[in-house]
C-alpha cells in the first residue's frame, strides 16, 4: 500500500558557504529600517530564492482596489499566449460601459462605439490604472464581466490564493467583495513575472503612455525612481488606503513586495522603498539549485521504471543575510509512489528547506525524466518487487 508521502533528509553543500559545525552561524539580517516597517501590511519575497525576506499580516484579508488589475492583466495575458486573444485587435466600448464609468475614479474617458485595441486597453489598465479599460477590455475579450470575474477566479484557484476572491476587473470599491491576502499577492506576481515575461515587460513599469496626444501619467512610486525596478500596480482607495504590489530586478535577482493600509501617498512610497532597499542590500544571493541537478528521486507506480529522478523546474537561489553562514537541509514530500504515466517535467513533488534561524520554504520539483506505463507482465513483475522490497 502506498505511504501518504516519502521523505527524505539530504544535505546540501553550498559554494563559498562556510558550513562549519565548530562555529556557530550568525543568521540575523540587518535590522529592517523604520520607514518600511510603518506599514500594517508588509511582505518582501524573493523570487529568485522563493524566500521570504520580512511579513508582517501576509494572510490578512484586504481590499486590493486596483491591484486587483493586476489579476486581470495576467488573464489577458493567458488569452494572449493561448492565442485567444490578439495584441492588435480592436474592441468597440459598449455605450452603458462608457456611460457608467464616466468619471469614477481614474479612466480613460472611453466613448460608447469607440473603437480601441486591445493593446491601448491594456496599457490604459496597466500603467494608468483606467476603470473603463478594464470592463472594456474583459467585456470584448470574453463577452462579460461575470465570465472575467470567473476566470479571475478559476486562475486564483490554481494559483493556490485561498484568501482571495474577484468580484470585478478593476477594484472600484464593492463594499468588499474583492479581497486579497498579502501572501496571494506573491503569487499571482509570480506567475505574471515567471509566466509571461515579454508581456510583462511589455505593459508593465512605464511612467507614462500617450492616449489621444496625452501624456498620462502613472502613480508607480518605484518605476523610474528606483533602481532595477518595472513595476507592478498601486491601489487607493478610502477603504483600502494606500496600497502597492511592487517589483525590482537586480543582478538575476528580483524582490517582489505587498505595502498596505498606509494612510498617505508618500508613505506608500518611503515603505515601498525602503523595503525593497532593504531586501537588496541585508542580504546575499547564492547559487544554489539548477534544473539540471538531480535533487532525489521518486517511487513509480506501474511504469516501465520503478523509480524517477526529481528537479526544480527551474534555476534557484539562496537568500542569507549579508556576511552570514548557515547550514542548510532539505526534504522531499511528495504523495506516492507516483503512478505511471506521466510526462518530464510533470510537477509531482515539493522540497522543503530548512536555513538555520528562517523559517521553512518550499519549492516546486518535477520530475526529470517521462515514464511510461508498465505492460501487464511488467506490472506484475513491478509488484512481486515492491512486495520483496
Known amino acids: 500500500m502506498a505511504k501518504p508521502f516519502w521523505l527524505l533528509l539530504i544535505g546540501l553543500a553550498l559554494p563559498g558557504l562556510a558550513l562549519a559545525a565548530d562555529r556557530p552561524p550568525s543568521i540575523a539580517a540587518a535590522p529592517v529600517p523604520p520607514g518600511a516597517t510603518a506599514a500594517p501590511i508588509a511582505l518582501l519575497a524573493d523570487l529568485s530564492s522563493g524566500q521570504v525576506l520580512f511579513a508582517r499580516a501576509a494572510n490578512q484579508r484586504v481590499l486590493p482596489a486596483s491591484m486587483t488589475k493586476v489579476m486581470t492583466a495576467l488573464i489577458a495575458f493567458d488569452l494572449i499566449a493561448a492565442g485567444q486573444l490578439r495584441e492588435d485587435a480592436i474592441m468597440t466600448v ?10 469614477r475614479g481614474t479612466t480613460l474617458g472611453l466613448r460608447g462605439g469607440e473603437k480601441v ?24 475579450a470574453l463577452g462579460s464581466l461575470d465570465a472575467w470575474t470567473a476566470a479571475m477566479n478559476a486562475r486564483a484557484a490554481t494559483l493556490g490564493m485561498r484568501g482571495s476572491h474577484f468580484a ?12 486579497v491576502t498579502a501572501n496571494d499577492l506573491i503569487r499571482l506576481a509570480a506567475a505574471l513575472i515567471n509566466e509571461h515575461p515579454v508581456l510583462y515587460h511589455r505593459y508593465f513599469g512605464h511612467q507614462s503612455m500617450v492616449w489621444r496626444g496625452v501624456t498620462l501619467r502613472s502613480h508607480d512610486p518605484f518605476a523610474g525612481l528606483l533602481p532595477g525596478a518595472d513595476g507592478i500596480k498601486t491601489g487607493h482607495s478610502f477603504e483600502a488606503g494606500f496600497t502597492f504590489l511592487g517589483s525590482a530586478s537586480r543582478h538575476d535577482r528580483r524582490l517582489v513586495l505587498v505595502i498596505g493600509r498606509v494612510a498617505t501617498e508618500p508613505g506608500r512610497a518611503k515603505a515601498a522603498k525602503a523595503l525593497a532597499e532593504w531586501g537588496f542590500q541585508a ?78 520554504h518550499t ?16 506490472r506484475i513483475v513491478n509488484g512481486l518487487l515492491g512486495l520483496s522490497a
Open 168 to 179: 470585478s476587473a478593476h477594484g472600484f470599491p464593492d463594499h468588499g467583495r474583492t479581497y
Open 117 to 140: 485595441s486591445v493593446r491601448d486597453l491594456l496599457m490604459g489598465t496597466t500603467t494608468v490604472s483606467a476603470n473603463d479599460g478594464a470592463v472594456a477590455l474583459a467585456e470584448g
Open 363 to 378: 519549492l516546486p520539483l518535477v520530475t526529470l525524466q517521462a515514464v511510461e506505463r508498465a505492460g501487464p507482465i511488467d
Open 283 to 360: 542580504w546575499d544571493s547564492h547559487a544554489f539549485l539548477t534544473p539540471q541537478l538531480v535533487v532525489g528521486t521518486a517511487r513509480v507506480q506501474d511504469g516501465t521504471a520503478r523509480s524517477v529522478t526529481l528537479g526544480v523546474p527551474r534555476a534557484f537561489a539562496l537568500s542569507l543575510p549579508k556576511g552570514s553562514a548557515a547550514q542548510v537541509s532539505g526534504r522531499i514530500i511528495y504523495d506516492g509512489p507516483l503512478r505511471a504515466p506521466f510526462g518530464k517535467g510533470q510537477q509531482v513533488a515539493r522540497l522543503e528547506i530548512q536555513i538555520a534561524g528562517q523559517p521553512v
Open 94 to 103: 459598449r455605450p452603458e460601459t462608457a456611460q457608467r464609468w464616466a468619471g
